[in-house]
């Protein structure tokens, strides 16, 4: 299948043994776990409920229940195993996932090679998900992220894209989520992104303004809120937001939108390409030039060993030499392409 529509392909299959009536996949940035693509029938249709939605899961609730259930040996678990009605966690499924929505529901965290590349939701009526479907669902998981990571890799038209701004691009929101000030750099972004504006923002938007939301009093916490995004052109986009200190205490929101730069996103496509921590070590080397002894030494291995990793690399990557491993795997993707 095409890999810019397998994932929804899977989903069609999966209804088909796991019947549902209404399901969201979003796929996230595995560093940070914030969605940077949603798609399905339980997205929130109203705009203000959007950004709501994303206020309150970057809380912590949803991704900690998740984490959770993937420490207990899992993937998958009705909502009714992570949600308790005496804590917040049932104020924010009442708030979120509940209205409107079919009675029983099942959530999956999509993980492959111990990285988190996405989420699944299914709802249905009646009757519940049996024990048999959440074993079957819990199977499908990673094949399901593996859907996600094609998805990453697919070829995009990087001829319809225009030369990227220099400069990050800036977009202030109010406390009503309208766009109080932004700079052309910012409208450039959006435009390649396919938006004319956040009347429905696109999810990895929505996720950090509301992760910065979440959590403008921690001053112990220095991380911004962030995630990778892959545009419709094929560019990489790094979105941040903080929150803005007013003197008439108006709680507005800064979002920086700049093109990923090549150490952000070189380790995401290794990952990507089913290479593991080690190799993804030795693949980045390689990308800066190193000889094998030298990688060696970098990583204090022998040089034997590196040789293994790298046919290693190179069988699952598809490719016969270090040129081809940049040239075929990374460079399309990073900005020194």
């Known amino acids: 299948m095409d890999p810019r529509t397998l994932p929804n392909g899977l989903i069609e299959a999966l209804a088909r043994v796991v019947p549902f009536d209404a399901f969201c996949w979003g796929a996230v940035d595995p ?7 949603a798609a399905g029938t339980t997205i929130p249709h109203t705009t203000p409920l ?12 949803v991704p900690r229940d998740v984490r959770r259930v993937v420490r207990s040996g899992r993937h998958v678990a009705r909502v009714g195993e992570i949600v308790d009605e005496r804590s917040e966690h049932h104020r924010v499924y009442q708030r979120v996932l509940a209205p409107n929505g079919p009675e029983h529901q099942l959530r999956a965290a ?15 009526r ?9 074993a079957l669902v819990d199977s499908l998981v990673p094949h ?12 995009a038209n990087h001829s319809a894209s225009p030369r990227p701004p220099e400069i990050p691009g800036l977009i202030v929101l109010d406390r009503d989520n309208e766009i109080d000030s932004i700079s052309p750099e910012a409208e450039h972004w959006l435009s390649e992104w396919g938006y ?3 009347k429905i923002p696109p ?20 991380t911004i809120p962030s995630a990778r995004v892959r545009l419709p052109t094929g560019t990489w986009l790094h979105v941040r937001a903080t929150p803005l200190t007013r003197s008439d205490h108006q709680r507005h929101t800064a979002i920086v939108l700049e093109r990923a730069s090549d150490g952000q ?15 993804t070590q030795i693949a980045l080397l390689v990308l800066r030039g190193l000889s094998t002894s030298e990688i060696a030494a970098e990583l204090f291995i022998s040089p034997y060993t590196v040789q293994d990793h790298l046919k290693s690399i190179f069988e699952k990557v598809g490719v016969r030499s270090r040129r081809e491993l940049a040239t075929d795997i990374f460079e399309p993707h990073l900005q020194t392409a």
């Open 196 to 198: 004319t504006d956040l």
């Open 110 to 124: 999509l993980v492959a090679d111990g990285m988190h590349w996405g989420s699944l939701h299914l709802e249905r």
């Open 50 to 61: 959007i950004w709501e939605a994303h206020e309150l899961v970057a809380r912590g609730v």
């Open 203 to 222: 999810s990895a938007i929505a996720a950090v303004v509301g992760a910065a939301r979440a959590r403008p009093n921690r001053s112990h916490d220095t």
């Open 126 to 134: 009646h009757p519940g998900f049996s024990s048999g479907e959440v």
């Open 31 to 37: 560093a940070s776990l914030l969605p940077t693509r």
């Open 265 to 279: 996103i070189a380790p995401l496509i290794a990952r990507a390409h089913h290479l593991s921590q080690r190799e």
């Open 144 to 155: 399901l992220a593996h859907a996600l990571r094609r998805w990453i890799l697919a070829d």
